[in-house]
Every structure is written in C-alpha cells, then in structure tokens.
C-alpha cells in the first residue's frame, strides 16, 4: 500500500468530526468485521480533490460479515439501532457473509474479499474507528485509483451494469475531474 496516501486518508477522515462521528456509532455497535464504506469514503475524498464542501450521501453503507445470522432481518435490527443512534442518516447495513447469493458467488470469507466485488475500485473502500480511535481501512485495489481520481471498474464486476450505474450517477457532473474509464480501456477525460 503506497503509505502516503494511506496517511491522507486518515487524516481528512480525522479532520471530520461528522465522520468520525458516524463511524463512533458504527464502533460501539461491536459487529464483527464491521465497516463504513462506498460513497461515505469516495465522496468525501472526491469533494476534497474538488475543494467542495461535502456532497449529499444517498446513504451510508454499513456492512459487516457474520455467518452466525446472516439474514436481513438481523441488518433491519442494526439499522434500527443507528437510526436511534441518529435518526438523520439514512442507514443501511449488509451483512456480507449472504451478499454473495444475490452476486452469484461463491462464499465470501470476509468484508475485505466482499468489497472487491463492488463496482468500481475507488468505491471499493471502506474504513472503521477502532476502540484505540485508530482509524482502519480496507481497500482491495488500494487507495491510488480514488486519490487519483480515476472510477475503473473492478475486474469482477459486470462491464454492463457498471457502466448504466456510472450513466445514472452523473458523476462528472459533480466532480469534473474525475477520469471515468467505460470499460477497460477506454476513458471519460476531464470535462
């Protein structure tokens, strides 16, 4: 992992005490293998890139991998718990130990081999605060495709639904310097 960036992610999450908030209610839930990932991450690197203020989330993706209760009602029940924790967030969790079903895999062995099947490599991220206010990340493809502000599809990810989901997110309306490659060769440039 290029330890520079590792360094500039942890610190514009630490600078942010809504995220660092978020991410305390996240930790004292104790879920195993518990993380905060996809826009709650990519965004907010992407609007510091920009130099913008922070970009509406859809929702804050929550997943964690426990094979011991891996139904969606376990899920609606944590959500539950971070809607009290603060009802202003729209919450979702995913239980990554089923994920793998609904994708047509094969069993996933935890969060971080979950993730690597998301669409694109910038939004294969995810972080957590740990009990020592460390913060941790995982990211399969590394941190340089989101830093660098290339979205690349992941290689395990369908070429066709990748491609209607970067159409549908108007991205480059948002943050126009990003550089979306439609495939495996071939680019969006800067607008």
């Known amino acids: 992992m290029n330890q520079q960036l590792e360094q500039e992610l942890i610190k ?5 005490l809504w995220m660092i908030g978020i ?12 993380w905060v990932g996809a826009g709650f991450i990519r965004n907010k690197i992407w609007d510091e890139k920009h130099g913008k203020n922070r970009t509406e989330l859809n929702d804050i993706d929550v997943i964690h991998f426990d094979k011991s209760n891996s139904t969606k009602q376990y899920d609606s029940q944590i959500e539950s718990k971070l809607r009290i924790a603060n009802p ?3 919450w979702s969790v995913k239980n990554q ?6 994708n047509g895999h094969e069993q996933y062995t935890d969060s971080n081999e979950a993730i690597s099947f ?7 991220i995810a972080v957590k605060l740990d009990f020592k206010n460390q913060i941790k990340y995982i990211a399969p493809y590394g941190l340089e495709d989101l830093f660098n502000l290339l979205v690349i599809p992941t290689p395990k990810f369908d070429l066709t639904i990748y491609n209607e989901r970067i159409e549908k997110k108007r991205w480059k ?18 607008s």
């Open 97 to 102: 130990s089923r994920m793998n079903i609904r």
């Open 12 to 16: 514009i999450i630490k600078s942010d």
């Open 88 to 90: 202003n967030l729209n």
């Open 118 to 124: 998301w669409p694109e490599t910038a939004t294969s």
């Open 173 to 190: 309306e948002k943050w126009n310097k990003l550089e979306i490659k439609t495939g495996y060769n071939t680019c969006i440039k800067h």
């Open 23 to 34: 991410l305390k209610i996240v930790r004292d839930l104790r879920l195993n293998d518990c």
